[in-house]
């Protein structure tokens, strides 16, 4: 079983920069894919950023130039590098993985979610 942990969130200000981080433990295999998501009108969770194990990204139009998402199975952790942070941005993020060992079909695995707060 593998367990999805993310760390990171916390209160700025506008303009201000975090960097989120979700570390898979347990039996991980290799994370083939990595997705960070937030709540969004209309919808439980948007996709805001996505990576594949190939280094293939892409971002919400709302996010690109600001963050920047990066993958390391070396040390079995993603990251979510957000700069130029704005009030619009806070929200809880989810980070969300295809994670198993190679030549078996990955299971899909999510954290419990971390708390950005961008605010005066």
């Known amino acids: 079983q593998v367990q999805l942990r993310e760390s990171g969130g916390g209160l700025v200000q506008p303009g201000e920069s975090l960097r989120l981080s979700c570390t898979a433990s347990g039996s991980t295999g290799t994370i083939w894919a990595m997705r960070w998501y937030r709540p969004a009108p209309g919808k439980q969770r948007a996709l805001v950023a996505g990576i594949l194990s190939a280094g293939t990204t892409n971002y919400a139009d709302s996010v690109k130039g600001r963050f920047t998402i990066s993958l390391d199975n070396t040390k079995n952790t993603g990251n979510l590098q957000m700069n130029s942070l704005k009030p619009e941005d806070t929200a809880v993020y989810y980070c969300?993985?295809?994670?198993?060992?190679?030549?078996?079909?990955?299971?899909?695995?999510w954290g419990q979610g971390t708390q950005v707060t961008v605010a005066t």
């Open positions: 969300n993985a295809d994670v198993g060992e190679l030549g078996l079909i990955p299971y899909d695995y």
